[in-house]
């Protein structure tokens, strides 16, 4: 017979979130299922290791990107990318799930040699977090060049009062766990479906490699 011990209230979800994410674990995170209907496996920046690009390529397999906190890309002067596009594919930029999105540059630390190795992101990624924990000292472009491999996104300035994507969800979860404002995110697909992993396998593979699932909606509740 299950206990109450088998279903932790939305509280304890966020509390063992936080705890992890401040131990350098990654948790996986479900939206919502009117929003994208996708679970991201969510990094603390600094804590990503060569062996966790690998992780997210492997077992994730979405997009690998780096989110900053609103006041942390004004500082380094980080656009969206459709206010830089003068093509007309970026207009009418309708989306399904939300009213813009989060994109900014892609970028390679300029010590990187191609960019997209798993020791090169890892590299980009953790400086990354070196320049949100201290933007105003930090020399951006005398550290970075664009265009490269990892993605940034710019988090809404209000965090999860002005929207609910991952890109916001993952900074909340970083601030409340006293990090620097920098995630990384990346989709988790199905293999056999070629769509978003469904929910209930995300809480599998968590459940599997001892890992933190949360619903988007209690992060939101705990935490907005």
Do not use: W
Not at 4 to 11: K, L
Not at 117 to 132: H, K, N, Q, S, V
Not at 199 to 216: F, S
């Amino acid at each position: 017979m299950s206990t109450s011990d088998d279903f932790p209230t939305a509280a304890a979800s966020i509390d063992h979130a936080i705890t992890a994410f401040r131990e350098g674990q990654p948790v996986l995170v479900h939206d919502a299922a009117d929003r994208e209907g996708e679970t991201d496996l969510i990094y603390p920046a600094g804590a990503v290791t060569p062996e966790a690009v690998a992780r997210m390529r492997n077992d994730a397999g979405g997009l690998v990107c780096v989110a900053l906190a609103d006041s942390v890309a004004a500082t380094f002067d980080l656009p969206f990318a459709q206010e830089l596009l003068d093509h007309p594919t970026a207009a009418d930029h309708e989306l399904g799930y939300d009213e813009r999105s989060s994109f900014s540059l892609t970028v390679n630390h300029r010590d990187t040699y191609t960019g997209i190795t798993d020791e090169d992101r890892a590299l980009t990624i953790t400086a990354l977090a070196d320049a949100a924990a201290d933007p105003a000292d930090f020399d951006f472009a005398g550290s970075f060049r664009s265009p490269g491999h990892v993605h940034l996104l710019r988090a809404a300035p209000g965090l999860l009062a002005d929207r609910k994507g991952h890109t916001e969800l993952g900074i909340a979860l970083a601030e409340a766990a006293g990090l620097p404002s920098a995630v990384v995110v990346c989709e988790m697909l199905d293999d056999e479906t070629g769509l978003a992993r469904s929910p209930a396998d995300a809480r599998e593979y968590a459940a599997e490699h001892d890992l933190v699932y949360v619903e988007g909606r209690d992060l939101v509740e705990q935490l907005g």
